[in-house]
């Protein structure tokens, strides 16, 4: 195994394409079958290139970027494949800077979402809107006499007919109509001056 790093770390520092393109194919074949030695060298060699890189392409501090290349390195270390020239193992750890680098964004776009709501006043949902309807109903509704309370309960919360929830006040199905479009009239109009 040193054997094997020293000839890695012998190749890096040869010249010339070919020589580069074969050190970097060794690297990442080792890399890709867990060669930590190697990934050390990976790691050495690209890092500062790395974090250029994400600098460039994201106009952001350094210690944004230095985040994005860890997390960009960590992803190397357990899948980078083995490629064959320097060529392919620069396109690989591009598309990985940049992969890292816009979830990274997102997350912050995420966590100052949930900042920005965590810091304005709550919000009135369609279910907390139901729920302060209701209450103010019921408020209105405690206010009715005895026989109109009784009669807005036969017809809606039992289902009465006008005739059947009439009867009990002796009134027809249309007085209990007409009682009860009353009743219901200035509940509306008592809700919306709560309203405003």
């Given at each position: 195994?040193?054997?094997?790093?020293?000839h890695?770390?012998?190749?890096?520092?040869?010249?010339?394409?070919s020589?580069?393109?074969?050190?970097?194919?060794?690297?990442?074949?080792?890399?890709?079958?867990?060669?930590?030695?190697?990934?050390?060298?990976?790691?050495?060699?690209?890092?500062?290139?790395?974090?250029?890189?994400?600098?460039?392409?994201?106009?952001?501090?350094e210690?944004?970027?230095?985040?994005?290349?860890?997390?960009?390195?960590?992803?190397?270390?357990?899948?980078?494949?083995?490629?064959?020239?320097?060529?392919?193992?620069?396109?690989?750890?591009?598309?990985?800077?940049?992969?890292?680098?816009?979830?990274?964004?997102?997350?912050?776009?995420?966590?100052?979402?949930?900042?920005?709501?965590?810091r304005?006043?709550?919000?009135?949902?369609?279910?907390?809107?139901?729920?302060?309807?209701?209450?103010?109903?019921?408020?209105?509704?405690?206010?009715?006499?005895?026989?109109?309370?009784?009669?807005?309960?036969?017809?809606?919360?039992?289902?009465?007919?006008?005739?059947?929830?009439?009867?009990?006040?002796?009134?027809?199905?249309?007085?209990?109509?007409?009682?009860?479009?009353?009743?219901?009239?200035?509940?509306?109009?008592?809700?919306?001056?709560?309203?405003?």
């Amino acid at each position: 195994m040193k054997e094997h790093a020293a000839h890695i770390v012998s190749l890096l520092s040869l010249n010339g394409d070919s020589a580069r393109d074969a050190s970097w194919a060794a690297l990442s074949r080792a890399i890709s079958r867990g060669d930590a030695r190697a990934f050390e060298v990976f790691y050495r060699q690209w890092f500062e290139r790395a974090a250029v890189l994400v600098g460039t392409m994201t106009r952001r501090d350094e210690a944004f970027c230095l985040d994005v290349v860890q997390s960009a390195m960590l992803k190397a270390a357990r899948r980078m494949p083995a490629m064959t020239t320097d060529r392919e193992v620069e396109a690989w750890m591009t598309r990985v800077l940049r992969t890292t680098a816009v979830d990274e964004l997102r997350r912050e776009g995420r966590r100052a979402e949930r900042e920005r709501r965590a810091r304005a006043p709550e919000s009135r949902t369609p279910d907390r809107e139901r729920e302060e309807l209701i209450a103010a109903l019921r408020k209105e509704l405690a206010t009715l006499t005895g026989a109109d309370r009784d009669l807005v309960r036969r017809r809606f919360a039992h289902g009465e007919t006008h005739a059947e929830a009439g009867a009990e006040a002796g009134l027809s199905g249309d007085a209990a109509h007409g009682r009860l479009r009353r009743v219901l009239d200035g509940l509306r109009a008592r809700l919306r001056r709560d309203e405003s």
